[in-house]
C-alpha cells in the first residue's frame, strides 16, 4: 500500500515505519496516525516480520498530537469517534515487539506513542516531555499513566505540571528510556537491537511482552503466576525444543515461530 504521510521499509525480518511529515515536527495528525494503524495491521499479518522500529527524523520523533487538527474539537465527536482509540493506540494494541527510536522531540502524543512501544532507544539530542498543559489541557493518549509508571510520581508531575522538557540523560536516569546513543550511532544501534529480537522464536516474544505488560495490572503474586503458566505453555512449541537442542549441542538455533 501507498503512504503519504509515513514511510515503511522492510530489511529481512525487521519492518521501520517513519514518521513524515517534518516541516510540522510530525505532528500526529489523524491521516499519520491512519497510516501508523495500518501498517501495523499489516505488519502483524506478516509472518516474514519479527520486529518493528517506529521513529521520526533528528528533529522530531514527533512534536505532539495535532494542535492545528485539536482546536476546533468538541466534546461529544471527540467521545463518539475516539481517534486515538482507533489509530494511536494501534500501538500499544500491536502483538510483535516494537522499538521507538527518538531522536529530537517527543513532546505529548509524541512522548505517549513512544511509550506505547515496548522500549524507547534515544540520541543523545532527544527531547521529551508533556507540554499539554501549556495549551490548558492535560496529556490524552496515556501520558499520566504511563509516564508516572516508567519514572514515578515526583518526576512525573514535574514534567507534566511544568511542561517542560527533559533530556536523554535525564530520560535515561529516570527510566523512561533503555539506553541512549550517540545521535549518528541510533538506526544502526536500534537495527541491531532489532535484527537479534526477530531472530528469536516469534510465539516467545509474543509471550514474553504479553507477560511483561500483563505484571502492571496485577499483583506481584498474580504475575508471577501468570509468568509461569506461560513459561510452561512454552513447552508446547517446537521453538523451545530447537532452543534448548542448539544450546546442547552448542550450534545457533534455527526457529519455526511455532
Ligand atoms: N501540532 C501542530 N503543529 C505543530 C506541532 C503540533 N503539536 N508542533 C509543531 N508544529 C508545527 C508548527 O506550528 C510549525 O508550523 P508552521 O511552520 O506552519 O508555523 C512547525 O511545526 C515548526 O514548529 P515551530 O516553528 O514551533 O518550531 P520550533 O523549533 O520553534 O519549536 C517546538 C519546536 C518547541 C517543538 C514547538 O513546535 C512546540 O512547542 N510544539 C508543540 C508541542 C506541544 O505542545 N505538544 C503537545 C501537543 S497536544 C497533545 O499531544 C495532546 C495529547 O496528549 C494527545
Known amino acids: 500500500?501507498?503512504?503519504?504521510?509515513?514511510?515503511?521499509?522492510?530489511?529481512?525480518?525487521?519492518?521501520?515505519?517513519?514518521?513524515?511529515r517534518p516541516k510540522a515536527l510530525n505532528a500526529l495528525n489523524s491521516e499519520m496516525m491512519g497510516e501508523v494503524a495500518?501498517?501495523?495491521?499489516?505488519?502483524?499479518?506478516?509472518?516474514?516480520i519479527g520486529c518493528v522500529i517506529l521513529t521520526g527524523n533528528?528533529?522530531?520523533?514527533?512534536?505532539?498530537?495535532?494542535?492545528?487538527?485539536?482546536?476546533?474539537g468538541d466534546y461529544l465527536s471527540n467521545y463518539k469517534h475516539d481517534p486515538?482509540?482507533?489509530?494511536?493506540?494501534?500501538?500499544?494494541?500491536?502483538?510483535?515487539?516494537?522499538?521507538a527510536a527518538v531522536s529530537?522531540?517527543?513532546?505529548?502524543g509524541g512522548c505517549e506513542i513512544a511509550m506505547?512501544?515496548?522500549?524507547i532507544i534515544a540520541s543523545d539530542t532527544a527531547k521529551f516531555g508533556q507540554p499539554e498543559i501549556n495549551l490548558g489541557v492535560i496529556p490524552g493518549i496515556g501520558g499520566t499513566q504511563r509516564?508516572?509508571?516508567a519514572v514515578g510520581k515526583a518526576k512525573a508531575m514535574d514534567l507534566c505540571l511544568t511542561g517542560r522538557m527533559m533530556d536523554a540523560s535525564e530520560a535515561e536516569h529516570s527510566g523512561l528510556v533503555a539506553r541512549v546513543v550517540p545521535v549518528d550511532d541510533l538506526m544502526d544501534t536500534v537495527n541491531d537491537a532489532a535484527k537479534k529480537i526477530a531472530g528469536h522464536s516469534q510465539p516467545a516474544n509474543m509471550i514474553l511482552k504479553e507477560v511483561i505488560e500483563a505484571g502492571y495490572e496485577m499483583s506481584l503474586r498474580e504475575g508471577i503466576r501468570f509468568e509461569r503458566r506461560m513459561f510452561q505453555s512454552l513447552f508446547t512449541t517446537e521453538d523451545q525444543k530447537e532452543g534448548m537442542n542448539a544450546f546442547i549441542e552448542k550450534r545457533k538455533p534455527h526457529f519455526k515461530n511455532r
Open 58 to 72: 533528528e528533529k522530531a520523533f514527533a512534536a505532539g498530537a495535532d494542535i492545528k487538527e485539536m482546536v476546533d
Open 84 to 99: 486515538f482509540e482507533a489509530n494511536h493506540c494501534a500501538i500499544e494494541r500491536f502483538r510483535k515487539p516494537i522499538i
Open 116 to 119: 506505547m512501544c515496548d522500549f
Open 38 to 48: 495500518q501498517a501495523l495491521a499489516d505488519l502483524e499479518a506478516d509472518d516474514g
Open 147 to 149: 509516564l508516572a509508571r
Open 104 to 108: 529530537g522531540y517527543a513532546l505529548g
Open 1 to 20: 500500500m501507498a503512504y503519504e504521510l509515513i514511510e515503511l521499509d522492510t530489511d529481512g525480518r525487521v519492518a521501520t515505519i517513519r514518521l513524515n
